[in-house]
């Protein structure tokens, strides 16, 4: 038996809410949670003109969903205030967690992206302009932008007959089951991504390039998309 830091926002956050809900509906073998909640304010939304992520701010507050699983509730001023007293931790909704906190703790992140070839923001929009695979890696935090050692990088299938649309939505949705399913990972650890060059961490993605998104989607799948099992 383990215990086991869930780091989110004092806030509703549908990330948090469907990592847990797919956590427990499986064998949690007696582990241990506790819901870290550091402060979020909301802000106004920034333009885009594809939205590759539903909106995070539309679930339950993690607040109640502490209450609803029965986890110990631990609301955080800073990152600094998260307790050192798990054996492990995951990050379901955080900004970058500081060095003074992850110093002496095991820290768990899902990245939409495959580390170390795509990092930082708008990944898989990124990987799509850039013509990257697009998967998502499961790793511990260090001190750099979405690197530190990989667990298990899994790529998200694109078939053929997909939108836009479809692919974000399954390539949100693998970052979700992989990080509920983190213990089958840390015992069956996988990444035929190895040996990729290291990219530099992406920025937001300004709207003059994003613009091009649905014309190299085409080229994309095109050049990665493959035929449903059932074809």
Not at 26 to 31: E, I
Not at 136 to 161: F, R, W
Request: one cysteine or more; aromatic letters at 12%.
């Amino acid at each position: 038996m383990a215990s086991i830091g869930i780091i989110t926002y004092d806030y509703k956050h549908l990330k948090t809410e469907q990592v847990l809900r797919n956590l427990f509906a499986g064998n949690t073998d007696g582990d241990q949670y506790t819901l870290f909640a550091l402060k979020f304010t909301p802000r106004s939304p920034r333009k885009e003109l594809f939205c590759h992520r539903p909106n995070q701010f539309t679930g339950m507050e993690t607040s109640e969903l502490a209450n609803k699983y029965g986890l110990p509730f631990i609301e955080c001023e800073t990152d600094i205030d998260i307790s050192s007293g798990c054996d492990l931790y995951m990050i379901t909704g955080a900004g970058i967690i500081s060095e003074a906190c992850i110093q002496g703790k095991r820290i768990i992140n899902c990245h939409s992206g495959i580390i170390p070839m795509t990092r930082g923001l708008d990944s898989f929009k990124w990987a799509i302009i850039d013509h990257k695979p697009i998967g998502n890696t499961l790793h511990y935090i260090d001190k750099n932008v979405d690197e530190g050692d990989i667990i298990a990088v899994k790529q998200t299938p694109l078939y053929s007959d997909d939108t836009l649309s479809m692919f974000a939505t399954r390539h949100y949705y693998e970052e979700i089951i992989m990080l509920a399913n983190y213990k089958y990972y840390l015992r069956n650890p996988e990444n035929t991504f190895s040996k990729v060059e290291r990219c530099e961490p992406y920025r937001r993605m300004p709207l003059a390039i994003e613009e091009k998104l649905e014309d190299e989607f085409l080229k994309y799948k095109a050049q990665f998309s493959i035929k449903r099992h059932n074809d």
